[in-house]
Nanobody, 125 residues
Framework: QVQLVESGGGLVQPGGSLRLSCAPS????????VGWYRQAPGKQRELVSS???????NYADSVKGRFSISRDNAKNTVYLQMNSLKPEDTAVYYC???????????????????WGQGTQVTVSS
């Protein structure tokens, strides 16, 4: 199986910036649509942003103009640049891939709806 690994979370003051990264746990993979989700305490998980393999992006209204998603297909890594952070951005951030193909045991395999373990983002003074 292939897992996704997030990194880059932490504690930041309001107005600050963080960059999250999402990468697969193994190499020789193709990752298609990747989404960044977040879940704050007591709230449902929500989609923050997504990006297709060819670079088409989508953002939640609450983060438009502040967050930017990008990907490096050569490194199979997706980034979420978060600027002008607000306390309401505090949440656990997860990345999700709708479809991954990977080379394992001499054959190509497929996985759907893969999630990472999450990374905590806390915006507080």
């Amino acid at each position: 199986q292939v897992q996704l690994v997030e990194s880059g979370g932490g504690l930041v003051q309001p107005g600050g910036s963080l960059r999250l990264s999402c990468a697969p746990s193994r190499s020789i993979v193709n990752i298609y649509v990747v989404g960044w989700y977040r879940q704050a305490p007591g709230k449902q998980r929500e989609l923050v942003s997504s990006i297709t393999r060819d670079g088409r992006t989508n953002y939640a209204d609450s983060v438009k103009g502040r967050f930017s998603i990008s990907r490096d297909n050569a490194k199979n890594t997706v980034y979420l640049q978060m600027n002008s952070l607000k306390p309401e951005d505090t949440a656990v951030y997860y990345c999700n891939a709708d479809h991954i193909t990977y080379f394992y045991g001499g054959v190509w395999k497929s996985a759907t709806d893969s999630w990472g373990q999450g990374t905590q983002v806390t915006v507080s003074s």
